[in-house]
């Protein structure tokens, strides 16, 4: 079944036995198409965001989702999916056998349709969806990131993660690039090309860019 279309989790539903906290995520798959509509300006949690860092929801297509797991064949570590959404790439990451596996999602109906997509994938224990502000996160501990985020914040971001993730972590960016790093990989096409950023390379690429004369030098 298509993770993007609610209508047909919503059928699938028809027939089993709920709980309350069950009713809520479904009420989050059928309410998507009219938070599109209005997250922009009435969300609560989008009120608390300066508008400047607001980015947009649009959901990561399966080829996305497919590229960015590409990039991170062969790693463990904890991941963490920054501005979730509807929680796809957390899902699919634990899939691969990343663990634990973190959302940061700041809007409540996002969070609800992600807690139903881990329920009816018999995962709603492994993996977590956490109401927070990305901005405030501390990904000290952090080995992989994803993101995909509006250009406007994307230089933002590179402050906070420079600062927070240590040398081994690998950064995955979805749809645009980040502005000031050098990739180490990317793959796909248009808007499903990802970019992948090693902390430690881009650390000391920067570090050759602001001491030229070491390049090179003898040791």
């Keep these: 079944m298509d993770q993007d279309d609610p209508g047909e989790a919503m059928a699938e539903l028809?027939?089993?036995?709920?709980?309350?906290?069950?009713i809520l995520q479904?009420?989050?798959g059928t309410g998507l198409f009219a938070y599109t509509f209005w997250a922009g300006f009435l969300m609560p949690g989008f009120?608390?965001?300066?508008?400047?860092?607001?980015?947009?929801?649009?959901?990561?297509s399966r080829q996305q989702v497919e590229n960015v797991l590409s990039l991170l064949r062969g790693r463990s570590g904890k991941m963490v999916d920054l501005?979730?959404?509807d929680g796809r790439i957390v899902l699919a990451a634990y899939r691969q056998g990343f663990f634990p596996v973190v959302g940061y999602e700041l809007n409540p109906w996002l969070l609800w349709l992600s807690r139903f997509h881990a329920w009816r994938a018999g995962c709603a224990r492994k993996v977590s969806y956490q109401k927070e502000d990305l901005w405030k996160v501390n990904l000290a501990d952090c080995k992989n990131i994803t993101v995909f985020l509006a250009p406007s914040v994307?230089?933002?971001?590179?402050?906070?993660?420079?600062?927070?993730?240590?040398?081994?972590?690998?950064?995955?960016?979805?749809?645009?690039?980040l502005p000031s790093w050098e990739p180490t990989a990317t793959i796909g096409e248009?808007?499903?090309?990802?970019w992948a950023y090693d902390i430690g390379y881009v650390r000391q690429n920067m570090d050759i860019r602001e001491f030229p004369s070491l390049q090179g030098t003898p040791v």
């Design 14 to 22: 028809q027939g089993r036995h709920l709980g309350g906290l069950g």
């Design 190 to 194: 248009g808007l499903d090309k990802v």
């Design 83 to 85: 501005g979730s959404g």
């Design 26 to 28: 479904v009420a989050a």
């Design 47 to 60: 009120r608390k965001v300066p508008l400047k860092l607001q980015v947009p929801y649009v959901p990561a």
């Design 154 to 177: 994307l230089q933002l971001l590179e402050t906070k993660l420079l600062a927070e993730l240590p040398n081994e972590a690998r950064v995955i960016s979805g749809r645009f690039p």
